[in-house]
């Protein structure tokens, strides 16, 4: 496993939209076992391939209950909303109230293809909608309803 350099807000690629994943081999595996050692370094709850300039649809997540990995992702359904203080590695410094669902169900791949399905709720439904957001090249601050700093 190694540390990967974390792509700050200003480098284009953060707009990108990344495509699929197709295969489920051992570079992706490296991919998300990196992916997991940077978030955890950084003391991050999710991180997405993009953040580590990687345009591909995979995403790491820990918020606490549990560590998780989230390949092609889609969120099936949305419930309620909140509205919460939201950060992201990749804009240090920077917060913003965004207004997000309060539960979320998503369907995505695990690191062997197989589907799964997860409910968010709370933070977990932020994570989810967030890094979903950074696979299609959105950021927390396309979203945010009140700036808090930065
Ligand atoms: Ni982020």
Known sequence: MAI????KVGDPILAKKSRQVEKFDERLWQLLDDMRQTMEQANGVGLAAVQVGI????VVIDCGDGYIELINPEI???EGSQFEEEGCLSLPGQSGVTCRP????VKAQDRNGKWCVYKGEGLKA???CHEIDHLDGILFTDRVVRKENG
């Open 102 to 105: 309060a539960v979320v169900r």
């Open 4 to 7: 990967r350099n974390i792509v």
């Open 126 to 128: 932020r994570c989810f």
């Open 76 to 78: 099936t359904s949305k």
């Open 55 to 58: 345009l591909r649809r995979a």
